[in-house]
């Protein structure tokens, strides 16, 4: 596949919530030098996969290095569900509106973006900066014949999305549609920066390793014909009981998005993954492999290659010591 000129390639890198020096580690580690305060390579580019923000312990420098890199064209950042919340829960509603902020301040989303407002509530007119940056990211990207979105690339909605908004940039017009549950903003937001889930059944519950208790599960999007929940779920939580076995509706089938084998390399983040990175298939990684959770801040250096090759991962350990801390030191790093 025909890179731009001069380029080798393109490192794209999964969710760094908030875990910054460790992301500094890792554009080190791949060859990225500090040059007047923003990170370059002579013949390679990043794309950022999303999700910056929230529950790590170097917010500010994580979102100041992405931003430095994008607005000095060295990088490219598609949105993350967490930059999604991030504005709809700042962001006042317009009267009329059924709530007075577009997402709602109750606990538990108050909990999620807890961290970021501690680390910039002495810092407002940069978070409000930063605010107004997320806004101009876009929601997938399509480049030299690969895809990027944060979590699933649905092609119907894609196709309509970008008859809207060519360069799938969105406007504050938009990001208040995507607030009524049902919308096809709505629907363009929920699928690409959360990916599919489907609801567990009446009194079934999943008290998951961060706190929170979900009543519904996380799917992918790359099994043609799937039969049982155990075919399609893809988050590090286990279904609780013998869900796995339980056989899909047609109705929870409708609800998924398949993407081809024969279409273009595919990148996401998103997903809590664990262990050691892999492909799940040859044509898709997923790149989030929980970092702030002690895990790996991940990496995928693209020459242009049509299949993915899992020895292109590259990847920064992150200690607990480093989160339990509240100080993301710089760990050795693994995966060389």
């Known amino acids: 596949m025909a890179l731009q000129a001069g380029l080798d ?11 910054g020096r460790t992301l500094v580690r890792l554009l080190e580690k791949l060859g990225y030098r500090d040059e007047d305060g923003v990170y370059r390579h002579p013949r390679r580019k990043v794309i950022f996969l999303g999700d910056l923000i929230d529950r790590g312990p170097n917010i500010r420098l994580a979102v100041s290095v992405a931003k430095r890199m994008v607005d000095a064209g060295e990088a490219q950042i598609v949105m993350g569900n967490h930059e999604y ?31 970021t407002l501690e680390q910039f509530h002495e810092y407002p007119l940069e978070w409000e900066s930063y605010l107004a940056w997320f806004l101009t990211l876009p929601l997938c990207l399509e480049l030299d014949g690969m895809r990027v979105v944060h ?27 995507s607030t009524r549950h049902g919308s ?3 629907r363009v ?10 609801p567990l059944p009446p009194g079934v519950e999943i008290r998951s390793g961060d706190g929170f208790t979900r009543r519904s599960f ?3 999007f790359w099994c043609r014909n799937p039969g049982t929940y155990g075919d399609v779920v893809f988050q590090p939580d286990n279904l609780p009981h013998d869900l796995e076995d339980r056989p899909l509706s047609d109705a929870e089938r409708e609800r998924l998005s398949w993407y081809p084998e024969t279409a273009p390399p595919l990148f996401i983040g998103h997903y809590w993954c664990r262990g050691v990175p892999a492909l799940p298939r040859a ?8 970092a702030v959770k002690c895990g790996r801040l991940v990496a995928y250096r693209w020459d242009g290659e049509e299949r993915l090759d899992a020895d292109r991962f590259v990847w920064v350990r992150v200690t607990p010591e480093s989160i339990a801390g509240f100080s993301d030191v710089t760990p050795r790093a693994r995966g060389e």
């Open 151 to 177: 979590a699933c690339w649905d092609e119907p909605l894609v196709t309509r999305l970008l008859e809207r908004y060519p360069d799938g940039r969105i406007d504050r017009e938009f990001l208040v549609e």
């Open 9 to 19: 390639g393109y490192d794209l890198i999964g969710d760094v919530h908030g875990c």
């Open 184 to 186: 096809f903003a709505h």
């Open 283 to 290: 044509n898709i990684a997923c790149l989030d492999y929980s």
């Open 218 to 220: 996380r799917t992918h």
């Open 85 to 115: 919340n991030a504005l709809a829960y700042c962001l006042e509603a317009p009267s009329g509106h059924a709530r007075e902020w577009l997402r709602d301040h109750n606990p538990r989303n108050n909990r999620i973006i807890a961290r």
């Open 189 to 198: 937001m929920d699928r690409l920066t959360r990916g599919t889930q489907i």
